[in-house]
């Protein structure tokens, strides 16, 4: 139960003017900061093709953003559809959609924690616990053999097929290749700078570990 120290749910009323609704969730997320000093942040990005709502969900996590980048804190994003599928652990034994109360429960699981929170707390803890762990991986505290299925998936092996003038070519868009968009090292930014760094190189436990997967049969 420690690993949740706090948590909570706040909203604001719809009819709130909409950039004040921005204003008053980046300064509640400077609070939570101030307060807790995380070494690491994690974001619940909009859905891809949300409709309407994405406009209204991309403001608040550019918002947020702010706050976290004038701190200088790492941040990892994770939009719905993957983090119902990190709360997975492993797809091929959990199959289905993920519902609001199966995420409560892994929420409950994870903490040992009987009583039920808010499912949108419980997304929360789980882009919390994400982002965590894929620092963690990043940094060769956790090795990509020690994820969970999923995690490797999101983390280090996921890719797709695009189609090119030159023809079909396989692209990686595990968060590990897709710094400056699925996660941002912005404790590399000096105070008063606005550039984004080089992208990080991959850690050699990351490479040896796809090297492996890709040689198998």
Do not use: W
């Not at 097929?161 to 400056?180: I, Q």
């Amino acid at each position: 139960m420690a690993r949740r120290v706090a948590s909570g749910h706040e909203g604001t009323p719809p009819t709130t003017v909409p950039v004040v609704r921005f204003t008053h969730f980046r300064a509640m997320v400077a609070g939570l900061m101030d307060r807790f000093r995380p070494d690491l942040v994690g974001i619940e990005s909009p859905a891809y093709q949300a409709g309407p709502f994405q406009r209204i969900h991309f403001g608040l996590m550019m918002y947020s953003l702010e706050a976290i980048f004038e701190r200088r804190r790492d941040c990892a994003l994770f939009d719905p559809a993957t983090l119902k599928l990190l709360a997975k652990e492993d797809p091929k034994l959990r199959r289905g959609q993920m519902t609001k109360m199966d995420m409560q429960r892994r929420v409950q699981i994870d903490t040992m924690d009987p009583c039920v929170i808010d499912n949108n707390e419980a997304d929360a803890y789980i882009v919390a616990r994400s982002a965590a762990r894929f620092f963690l991986m990043q940094s060769g505290a956790v090795l990509p053999e020690d994820l969970t299925p999923s995690e490797r998936s999101v983390f280090v092996t996921r890719s797709r097929r695009v189609k090119t003038v030159r023809g079909t070519v396989v692209k990686r868009v595990a968060h590990t290749f897709r710094e400056n968009s699925r996660y941002f090292s912005f404790s590399k930014i000096p105070a008063g700078s606005v550039c984004l760094p080089g992208k990080s190189e991959v850690n050699p436990d990351i490479a040896r570990f796809l090297e492996e997967v890709e040689s198998e049969p």
